[in-house]
């Protein structure tokens, strides 16, 4: 009876848990106000290509990097499997047995046999919840590791619309370079026709000459940047180079809607390098949790049944069994306890840390976003009128020059530029592509398309 009211009393102890996490503060709205339309989900699909559409789809199956992820996750789930274990009677089973001969005066012989099967039990009561502590802990680990393998989607999926992006940027700059080149290869023949009906100057010839070979040093700069960035999607796919077939997109695409950036307070649930943050600090609390436990008293629980016999038909007549309870309390341990608590809470305050500046860079990263996608837009704009005011420059002055009122040197300055407008120009689209998408992985769109959602309990407050 005293065994029971010992144990009724400590049963009713009460467990240790984690302190609350402080929410930083948020702010209502962006400095920038953004577009009207939703992101969607899969936002490279906007971009109209089949490609693109390919490659990614190919990634979210194969990428090495979602694998190594992927091999994270599982380790952590284990992990905390094997610590949630602990919450469970451990129960192990032995047999034996053993024939014994002895020699009596060099004649006789005896022998005896035994047998015997035995089954042992323990268990801690958790009165003070460290056990679960730890299993709560090893939980959320797993869970930040699971968000680390979205944050590894949304990160790949960037550098594929990067590469690609660049790709198509580098062939269309490769087509308008090869046009270019064929009309100063025209005109350093006519400016030759023209010099042999002293028409032209020699110096004439030789400056488009020179601007022929400056174009041709241009075109093998950016054949060499369209193979390296072909050789780093099969990088980033996980796969042989030249296995791709690459050839679909050749030229850009039209840019993307500007998207509602909704509210700041969205991040904690669209970002998962927040979410995986936020996890890891809830873990540190319940790590606090389980080393304040471990400051206190523990109760055991071990039983034991054995089955002995000198025969195995006989084996279940004899039993023995006994059942113990055993109290450890820790007196003295030079502070070892006290400092792992005062570690523990350290590591929280870190994380605390690291939460909040993780919520502070991706509001940062929408920021910068969308200020980047409205300069850009206004830049490619802006290029747009100057590369016709410069056409038009051009083409006056070429009638200038043959009417004989103007020298090649203005007419070759005007080509020359217009030239470098074209590709400027496609540059300049290629960056705001490059925005954009950096835009819809700020706000943390794409990882759902690989890795949906689910329901969870351990979310920070959003409001």
């Known amino acids: 009876m005293r065994l029971l009211f010992l144990l009724l009393l400590l049963a009713g102890c009460r467990a240790f848990t984690p302190d609350p996490a402080p929410q930083p503060a948020l702010p209502q709205a962006y400095r920038v106000e953004a577009g009207d339309r939703a992101t969607p989900e899969a936002w490279w699909r906007e971009l109209g290509s089949p490609e693109l559409d390919a490659l990614m789809d190919e990634a979210f199956h194969s990428a090495p990097d979602l694998r190594t992820a992927l091999a994270r996750l599982d380790q952590a789930r284990a992990a905390a499997a094997r610590t949630g274990a602990a919450l469970w009677p451990s129960v192990t089973a032995d047999g034996d047995a053993a024939r014994n001969w002895s020699k009596i005066r060099q004649r006789n012989v005896v022998e005896a046999d035994a047998y015997g099967l035995g089954l042992a039990a323990s268990f801690e009561l958790d009165l003070w919840g460290r056990v679960r502590s730890l299993r709560s802990a090893d939980s959320l680990a797993a869970e930040a590791s699971l968000e680390d393998l979205r944050t590894a989607v949304l990160s790949l999926s960037g550098e594929i619309a990067e590469a690609w992006v660049g790709l198509c940027s580098a062939r269309e700059q490769l087509a308008i370079l090869e046009a270019q080149q064929r009309t100063n290869a025209d005109i350093e023949s006519a400016l030759s026709l023209r010099f042999a009906n ?266």
């Open 198 to 463: 002293s028409l032209a100057s020699a110096l004439d010839v030789l400056q488009q000459r020179e601007a022929v070979a400056e174009n041709t040093t241009r075109i093998i700069a950016v054949q060499a940047e369209a193979a390296r960035l072909e050789n780093r999607l099969h990088l980033l796919l996980g796969k042989a180079p030249g296995s791709l077939d690459l050839s679909a997109s050749t030229r850009l695409p039209q840019p993307l809607p500007l998207p509602d950036t909704g509210l700041p307070s969205d991040l904690l649930q669209d970002r998962p390098d927040i979410r995986a943050s936020w996890r890891r600090l809830m873990e540190a609390g319940w790590d606090v949790a389980a080393a304040r436990a471990d400051r206190m008293p523990a109760l055991r629980l071990s039983g034991r049944f054995e089955q002995n016999g000198d025969d195995v038909g006989r084996i279940f007549d004899n039993w023995l069994a006994n059942l113990a309870a055993s109290l450890t309390a820790p007196i003295f341990d030079g502070g070892s306890r006290a400092a792992e608590v005062e570690r523990q809470k350290a590591i929280r305050d870190e994380r605390l840390a690291a939460y909040e500046k993780a919520v502070f860079t991706a509001l940062s990263e929408v920021d910068t976003g969308v200020s980047d996608v409205l300069k850009q837009s206004g830049l490619v704009d802006a290029l747009d009128r100057q590369l016709e005011a410069a056409r038009s420059a051009l083409q006056s002055a070429r009638v200038r020059y043959g009417n004989g009122v103007l020298e090649y040197d203005t007419v070759l300055s005007l080509l020359l530029k217009v030239q470098g407008l074209e590709r400027t120009r496609i540059q300049a689209k290629a960056s705001l592509l490059n925005f954009q998408t950096g835009l819809c992985r700020a706000l943390g769109r794409g990882w759902r398309q690989a890795f949906p959602d689910q329901p969870a309990t351990t979310e920070p407050d959003a409001s």
